[in-house]
């Protein structure tokens, strides 16, 4: 994911003593911007956005080859943008003005712009975020083993979900920044909230950190804020399809066991998580994608795929979660194939609270 964009004065998500500048979530203030300089990289392509724009009734203004385009018309960009195909996208630039001056260095493709635009609410959800907690149920026992800590933001009254917050925060260049920030409130908010001897699960994405001993110190250091057991927090990797660096993902991983964090994988059977990551990686936790359980039955052709994958898993150690349990037949199937743990509606949904099994799981112990 990108860099940051350069702070905002008026926006400083109190940065912890030594913090990195890419801990800070600072995007750019957009209600400074007065205009867009839209650039193409070839005459036939400049010609076309000049003749879409017009059609959209905003004034064609040149300016050293570039379109200026007024903050009052910024609206009509995305439908403009959706003219140009995926290919041709990639060769409209633009870099913002501010009053007279124009901003070069926040030179970014046209359609990050317009997704900038239309989140103009992410500065603002950042500071409000909130975390709902997802109960993860050991199969053994039927008790709350731990809860995942999934992000949620506050902003007009509504709650946005998690990935409308991931894909805002890259749009504005700050996806490193919104995800450590993201872990440590969610550190903050959910551990003091935990029973005896439950552990918190906490997403991160491996490609934002480029440097664990300078990237983790705020998490590391909000963990030892609260009084958290490193034991009991389990740093959940996602998005890995998106990297294939495993010698880094290796440090990463090493760096929270160092504190004595246990490690997880998401999604083993997706085709981003793949088996060579579970035997390089050797985690503590793996959890199953929840499209080789959904509707999971005693006849399913999954069947042999779901048990060699538990098997696998066991076999190197690793202790087995099926994701997205939303039936009872689900339920006893994976159970049957000797998961270790279970996540899903039918056990119990996301909520504010560190909420126990839902009755009708419950029934099963």
Request: aromatic share 8%.
């Amino acid at each position: 994911m990108p860099l940051h964009d350069p702070a905002s004065p008026s926006h400083l998500m109190n940065p912890s003593p030594g913090a990195c500048d890419c801990q800070v979530v600072a995007p750019l203030n957009l209600r400074d911007m007065t205009a867009l300089s839209v650039r193409a990289s070839s005459t036939h392509l400049q010609r076309k956005l000049t003749v879409l724009l017009a059609a959209h009734d905003v004034p064609v203004v040149m300016q050293d080859g570039s379109v200026q385009v007024r903050r009052e018309d910024f609206q009509s960009l995305e439908a403009v943008l959706g003219s140009f195909s995926r290919t041709e996208r990639t060769d409209l630039l633009a870099a913002p003005w501010f009053g007279p001056q124009l901003d070069a260095w926040q030179m970014a493709p046209l359609e990050q712009w317009t997704q900038r635009l239309a989140t103009t609410w992410f500065e603002s959800a950042s500071e409000h975020l909130k975390f709902q907690l997802q109960p993860i149920v050991a199969l053994s026992s039927g008790q709350v083993y731990g809860y995942e800590a999934l992000v949620r933001a506050e902003h007009d009254g509504a709650l946005i979900g998690a990935w409308p917050l991931l894909q805002a925060a890259a749009a504005h260049g700050q996806a490193r920044a919104f995800d450590a920030h993201a872990r440590t409130t969610a550190i903050r908010q959910a551990y003091p909230q935990l029973g005896a001897d439950q552990q918190l699960f906490l997403n991160f994405a491996p490609g934002v950190v480029y440097n664990p001993d300078i990237c983790l110190q705020t998490t590391f250091a909000t963990c030892r804020e609260v009084g958290a057991d490193f034991s009991r927090l389990v740093f959940e990797v996602t998005e890995s399809e998106a990297f294939p660096d495993l010698t880094l993902l290796r440090s990463i991983l090493d760096r929270y066991r160092q504190e004595g964090a246990q490690v997880a994988l998401d999604d083993l059977g997706a085709g981003h998580t793949s088996l060579s990551y579970l035997a390089e990686l050797k985690p503590d936790i793996v959890k199953l994608d929840r499209a080789l359980v959904s509707g999971l039955h005693g006849d399913d052709r999954r069947l042999p795929l779901v048990t060699a994958l538990i098997g696998y898993a066991h076999d190197l150690g690793v202790r087995v979660v099926a994701e997205g349990i939303e039936t009872a037949g689900e339920l006893t199937q994976i159970m049957a194939l000797g998961a270790d743990y279970a996540q899903g509606y039918f056990l119990g949904r996301p909520g504010p609270g560190a909420a126990q099994v839902l009755p009708d799981a419950a029934a099963f112990w």
